[in-house]
């Protein structure tokens, strides 16, 4: 499936990926998670907020347990499988478990935080690569969206995808900002249709 069909239901991602937008039906997000992607951007003015939301979304949004190979600092190389967990910061880290330790040992679990890692990387069920993820102050990044303006995400997930993912954005290989409407129009701003949605608040 194309990527760019697979991830258009709300009018944003199109203005960040081509200038121009469609909306479609968001089915599968519950009628609190709408309410929250309308208040989206006043709430992403503020970092604490940023991370409240993410530590919100972590349970509204798809968060699939996933195989995962993880690049320490150190170099040592991991495999394990986990769901993108948040603290109550939102502060996001993976869960590595010891199978083979008792219940009741300490070192059955263990946490392993992006500023332990060199990158991430999701795997399918078959261990194949599916997406890179770097390390964050307070969460992995990944690129789930590509074209004029990049978009990345504090989770692995391109099926569905909408704002409420986002957290960064990246005007070609430029800098990664906060995704917030200042933002959007500074990189927007020699893309008039574009501009033009972004000034009328039309983001979805």
Same mark, same amino acid.
């Given at each position: 499936?194309?990527?760019?069909?697979?991830?258009?239901?709300?009018l944003l991602l199109n203005i960040i990926a081509t200038g121009y937008g469609f909306a479609q039906n968001m089915? $599968? =997000? &519950? *009628?609190?998670?709408?309410?929250?992607? %309308? &208040?989206?951007f006043m709430q992403m003015t503020? %970092?604490? $907020? =940023?991370? *409240?939301?993410? $530590? /919100?979304?972590?349970?509204?949004? =798809?968060?699939?347990?996933s195989n995962y190979r993880v690049v320490l600092t150190s170099g040592v190389n991991l495999v394990l499988q986990s769901r993108m967990?948040?603290? /109550?910061?939102?502060? *996001?880290?993976? +869960?590595?478990?010891? /199978?083979?330790?008792?219940?009741?040992?300490?070192?059955?679990? %263990?946490?392993?935080?992006?500023?332990?890692t060199q990158s991430i990387t999701q795997l399918s069920g078959n261990f194949q690569d599916i997406m890179i993820g770097s390390p964050a102050d307070s969460c992995w990044l990944f690129k789930t969206m590509t074209g004029p +303006?990049? $978009?990345?995400?504090?989770?692995p997930e391109t099926y569905n995808l909408h704002i409420g993912y986002l957290k960064m954005l990246q005007k070609g290989n430029g800098e990664l900002v906060p995704l917030n409407e200042v933002n959007l129009k500074t990189l927007m701003a020699d893309d008039k249709p574009a501009m033009y949605l972004v000034e009328e608040k039309k983001y979805f």
């Open positions: 499936m194309n990527k760019f069909h697979s991830i258009g239901y709300i089915g $599968a =997000i &519950n *009628a609190m998670h709408n309410q929250h992607t %309308q &208040n989206f503020q %970092q604490n $907020a =940023i991370r *409240a939301t993410m $530590a /919100k979304n972590a349970t509204s949004l =798809i968060n699939r347990k967990e948040f603290d /109550k910061t939102g502060k *996001a880290y993976l +869960v590595l478990e010891d /199978k083979s330790k008792k219940k009741n040992d300490s070192l059955r679990t %263990q946490i392993i935080l992006p500023n332990m +303006v990049n $978009a990345y995400s504090f989770l």
